[in-house]
């Protein structure tokens, strides 16, 4: 990726407002939390939601957690319910990830869901990082700012280190206090259950709650950050390169060319990765077999390929 001069900013009022206007902006701002640094992206913006995969590098689209300031805040864009409300009174803010239904008209990138009805939504506790949530005042996608496979930041220097050049701010408010990641807790189903260990440990969650929390099973479909990849497969078969469809397929394109939906007709690799699950929801709605152009083998081209090929898999 092209490479930015990286400003660094303190967590003052003016840093906070510049790091928010960056976001705004669809650039990438590192900031802090109580857990780690985050690489966050405005979660509403598609094209800069895949930005972070290609500042990682090795890019891979597993769900995201999206950072809100109040639980307020979150309930704008997932389902909540009685058990969301009694951990957010008790944890909030803090190192708790809570994976809900999204609601509808939510406007969150299926990016940062990978495809999925659920999301991971998180206060933060840090004060630089509540600070730049509430001057956004919307959802903030954010895995930990490193490149993929290296140690998880807890300074500002970490972060620059790894990702100077790559990214437009780093909000820099010295070490964070926790420096593990969150728990993640899924709420979705009928009970609660531990999706991630973290640095909230599940025994203050269970006395909270009065009861065991149920444990992921191996088989169990994958729905938050942390865990395996979370593969979204359309209903219909799934043939990928193909130079065009044949009888009674749909066309996903890529680049120039007639097709029923284009990932991207620029022919951009970010733009391509930001409308990957949103398309193919889309075509699978028709209920068709759906045919897939090629899409180049580099960068992001290497997580878009390794979608559709887990999509196009035959399936029992």
Known sequence: MPQQNTEILAATATGIARAAQLLRQGELVSFPTETVYGLGADARQGASVAAIYEAKGRPSFNPLIAHLHSAEAAQRY?????????LAQA????????????????GISPLVTAGLD??????????????????????????????????SPTTAAHVRAGL????????????????????IIGLAGPEPVLLRPGGL????????????????????????????????????PVRLNAAKPGGGELYLGFGPGDCDLNLSRDADLAEAAANLFGHLHRL?????????????????????????????????
């Open 284 to 316: 699978d709605a028709l209920g068709k077999p759906i045919a897939v152009a090629p899409v180049p083998d580099h960068g992001l081209g290497e997580a878009i390929n390794d979608r559709l090929r887990r999509a196009a898999a035959p399936r029992d």
């Open 118 to 151: 659920t999301l991971g939504v998180r206060v933060p506790a840090h004060p630089a990082g509540q600070a730049l949530l509430q001057a956004l005042d919307g959802p903030v996608a954010a895995p930990s700012a490193n490149p993929s496979g290296r140690i």
């Open 78 to 86: 997932v389902v909540w319910n009685a058990t969301a409300e009694t």
């Open 164 to 183: 100077g050049g790559r990214i437009a701010a780093i909000l820099d408010d010295g070490a964070c206090g926790v420096g593990l990641e969150s728990a």
């Open 201 to 236: 440990a599940a025994e203050q969650i269970e006395a909270v709650l009065g009861r065991k929390l149920a444990q992921r099973d191996a088989g169990d479909p994958l729905t938050a950050p942390g865990q395996l990849l979370s593969h979204y497969a359309p209903g219909a």
């Open 91 to 106: 944890f909030w803010p803090g190192p708790l990830t809570l994976v809900l239904p999204l609601r509808d008209g939510h």
